[in-house]
């Protein structure tokens, strides 16, 4: 069979044909091998998800960031987003470029996920022969971007030595590929992001001040979900959704599983809301979820209140009306109850003399929970607890 290469280009005109002969040559695979790499980059950068996704809620909090979002994404402003890992600072970052009228794609790069010595032909690309295994020349990121929004997600791992450059790129808006003389200009809209505290990475010498402020032109902080339980609600009915059309999975929430995950810390933010909806569409397809067929993290909020109420009657002269006395140095509360809670752990095995079913039941608590906890604090089941 033969193949017709200029009938090929007619049918894919975006793609790009290598002839090779017998015995191939290692150079001549090597470009072909390089510009499949370089296609596959472009792929997996342009923008998989839903045009229709936005940041979702009805709290104060995240009615402002939207009204941000509408403020600033008609302009050229740099955005620098900040918020705990899980906030939704990629969805804010797209929601801007959607927003914008810029007609270019959406290249998203994270920074701590490429290694340091590979970092710089990643953003501003290289010529060919600027290194072992640069057989043909690449457009970076920044090129790729053209004509619409570059997102460099934790800017705040970058390297120091990458800082410099990243900052000439902003006040010139020319990058130099690794290996080049020529200085390329790149019409970019640049979105940072970062769950760091930059100030105090300043402070530390590990990021540049001049960066920083060149960044914040327009700084957008998003809360983490503990402070807007409101908008848990609106989340789970789109994760609901996205399940529904995307897996044909049925889901409906009981008033007392909502409330509960409205009680929750959720450390991971959205991202654990999200991937706790998936973990229920396994466990229960197309079925209600009750508290009860929530998993235990989410549900043992009432066993700490219960434990600090039951530390509260018994501290004595520490204790004003009942409840626990605030020290005036602050206290680290989440440490505060993990300590309670394994202290009547230890209580409860002490008791029971190690039996495990036991003392899960004089803590209120299902075996299979305790056991968790057990393994979680590396509490010995064999041991008594330590003298206070």
């Known amino acids: 069979m033969t193949i017709n290469r200029s009938e090929l280009q007619k049918v894919y005109p975006w793609a790009r044909f290598h002839s090779l002969s017998y015995p191939v040559r290692l150079d001549a695979l090597s470009e072909v091998l390089e510009d499949i ?5 472009k792929v997996d950068h342009a923008d998989p998800r839903p045009a229709g996704d936005c940041f979702i809620g009805r709290s104060a909090d995240a009615v402002m960031v939207r009204k941000l979002i509408e403020q600033v994404a008609p302009s050229m402003a740099t955005v620098l987003i900040t918020g705990e890992s899980g906030t939704g600072k990629e969805v804010v970052a797209r929601q801007i470029h959607q927003s914008s009228g810029r007609e270019g794609p959406f290249i998203a790069v994270n920074c701590g996920a490429i290694p340091e010595h590979l970092l710089e032909s990643e953003l501003f690309g290289h010529e060919r022969g600027a290194f072992t295994g640069a057989i043909a020349a690449r457009a970076g990121r920044f090129e790729q971007a053209k004509g619409g929004t570059f997102f460099l997600d934790e800017i705040g ?3 120091t030595v990458m800082q410099v450059k990243l900052l000439r790129v902003l006040e010139e808006r020319v990058v130099e590929r690794v290996g080049g003389t020529t200085s390329i200009p790149v019409d970019v809209r640049l979105i940072a992001a970062t769950h760091r505290d930059l100030p105090s990475r300043i402070e530390s010498g590990a990021f540049r001040e001049d960066l920083y402020y060149r960044l914040s032109v327009f700084p957008i902080e998003i809360s983490p979900l503990s402070e807007r339980p409101d908008d848990i609600p609106l989340l789970v009915e789109e994760f609901v959704q996205r399940l529904s059309a995307e897996q044909g999975v049925s889901l409906q929430l009981d008033d007392d599983a ?9 450390t991971g933010n959205v991202r654990e809301l999200a991937n706790l909806i998936e973990r229920l569409a396994v466990i229960k397809p197309g079925g209600r979820i009750s508290r009860r067929d929530l998993p235990w993290p989410i549900v043992e909020r ?60 004089m803590l209120g608590v299902g075996r299979t929970t305790l056991v968790e906890k057990i393994k979680r604090y590396e509490i010995d089941t064999g041991k008594t607890p330590p003298a206070s």
């Open 302 to 361: 009432e066993a700490a209140t219960g434990a600090t109420e039951i530390l509260s009657h018994s501290l004595g002269p520490a204790t004003s009306g009942g409840i626990v006395t605030l020290p005036q140095e602050g206290i680290d509360m989440k440490q505060y109850l993990a300590n309670i809670e394994q202290d009547m752990i230890h209580q409860a095995l002490s008791e029971s003399g190690g039996v495990v079913q036991r003392a899960a039941e």
């Open 157 to 159: 791992d970058m390297p």
């Open 37 to 41: 790499r370089a296609s596959h980059r």
């Open 258 to 266: 909502l409330a509960a995950l409205q009680e929750y810390c959720w």
